[in-house]
């Protein structure tokens, strides 16, 4: 119990939101593809991927490299193959639509009223094609539309499908209670078991139904016959009730009330948010609450809040090496910037200072602990920054010819401003040169040499020259001189 | 009362035998205490023979085997201790401690060269209170 209660408390409000975020997106995937081709072949890449998991953690290899394979290329070719489908889902006519609207409560089609007008039709031999859209795009296999936009009604049907009507030959579109376009050319079917007595229109129909997920409302001018293609069937309809029947399963509209339907939708929402909210905790937990991965990293020490006035002159660590514990997916989609020891300064006076490395100097990513870090305290010298005139000395090497004595030497200049902390300024009372060969100097003269500063935290002041010049005299030793 | 005279000269002579390194060039005491110490000379070498450094310069090769700071005050108003500091790149190395005697006294330090002392190296000569009379820059090389 207690154990219980102390991982409850370890839990953070990121966490919460976290996961609710990600509850929400998958719930947003749900109802945005519900009902659609794709939606089943994404369960199936993740029940596919599941798999692979399980597969991988009991050690089968091939079984594991496999079925990984078949996802990878699976998941490529729902994309190319369903590309309508998923672009009908995410082609949302808002913002607002996309982030939080529900597809399903928009279409109120009327219906009965259709079906109504369908068999009246029939009644005085009007040909008509009705096209009921079902999730998929239709603007790839449909084409030559004239965009209409109007309110569905009984009158505006038979205006639409009149005989002397401009746009009676094509089909129209009915989306929610709107007719949004007429004269809608749609592709015929080259299958050869259709009847012999349909003509053009209930090819046409019978095309367009295989070719999506549309459904067709096909009336036969000559016989005065309903039918609807949906799929790769035909199916004559007796009367309205059927019609209004099939209307309604197609448009996933239960023959219920509207409160009554309104309430099962609110439960299928909560059922799926419940469901969306249970995978991902359990997704999350599995990600970040296991601990059977450690690693160590050698990580930068970032020193902040330095006081304005110091300079730091010397660490006795420049990184600090961190054993890690995580979930392994964590532990091996850890990036270099997500990971960070830093070293707050502000209480630091001049001279050395020692800091104890604690828990809230270390940057970790959510779900990975620190186990270890080494060293567990860091020196840190400050120091007041300075100016000082320091004299210049040649670093002379090699060897100088046989007899040959260097006797005098001079410098210009013969100081240099430095700056760097005072108490580095303190110790350095000479700056050298690069090393200047002696066995490269034929006679007399002059060179030049550059200024080498030891310990790199000193600088030459501005007006310096990072070079000397060295004069120098060779003189012959003298044989009395001479050991 | 012969015990006190053996042990006055004892201490008369002591300045002349206590430092091996060193040389002394003694002159009649008559300098006056009032004057300033005053460094007239101050070279380095690689020996010093009968007071007089041999081969001086401002290089020398490790395989000379040592080498002399060489100094020459003149005058000396009075017994004063002066100290040679000897520096390897800002290290101090060494430091010998040496005795001046009025009139005027020369005398100097050596260091003996191994080929871990390759390098740029400083002399300071300075006096009992920090004075810093002058700073000798040489080195040593292959």
Known sequence: MSRFLSFLSSIRWQDIVDILINSYILLRIYVLFQGTNAFRVLVGITSLWLAQEVAASIGLILTSWAIRGITAVAAVIIIVVFRNEIRSALQARNIKTFLWGFPNRERQTPVDLIADSVFQMARKRLGALIVFPGNQDLGEVTHGGIPWNGQVSNEMLMSVFWK??????????????????????????????????????????AGLAEESDALVVVV??????????????????????????????????????????????????????????????????????????????????????????????????????LQLVGSSALIKSLAPGQVGVRVDLSKAAEGRNSFPITQADIILPPGVSLNRIQPATIDVTLDLPATRDVAVQVDWVGRLPENTALSQVSVSPETVKVIGGSKTLEKTATVYTSPVRLDSLPKSGSTTAQIVLSPPSLKLAPSCPDRVIVQYRLEEKKPSEKK | MRFFTIFLLALFCFPWCVCPATAQEQAPSTADPAQKLVLKEALMSERVENLTPVNSGVVFPVSSGQVCCFTSFDPVPQHTIIYHRWFRRDELSTQTRLRLYPSKWATYSVIQLRETDKGPWRVEIIDQNGRVFDVLRFSITD
């Open chain 1, 164 to 205: 002397n009507g401009p746009v009676h030959d094509g089909a129209a579109i009915i989306d929610g209670e709107r007719i949004t376009e007429v004269g809608v050319l749609l592709p015929l079917s080259h299958r050869q078991d259709l009847p012999s007595d349909y003509g053009t229109r209930h090819r046409a129909a």
């Open chain 1, 220 to 321: 036969s001018e000559e016989r005065g016959a309903v039918s609807v293609a949906k799929g790769r069937s035909l199916t004559q309809m007796a009367d309205s009730a059927m019609l209004s029947w099939a209307l309604k399963k197609h448009l996933n509209m239960p023959d219920i009330s509207p409160a009554r339907r309104r309430e099962r939708e609110r439960l299928k929402l909560a059922t799926a948010g419940c469901v969306s909210f249970l995978v991902m905790a359990g997704i999350w937990f599995s990600f970040t609450r296991s601990q059977d991965t450690i690693t160590a990293l050698n990580v930068p020490i970032e020193y902040v809040n330095r006081p304005a006035n110091y300079d730091i002159l010397d660490t006795s660590v420049d990184e600090a090496r």
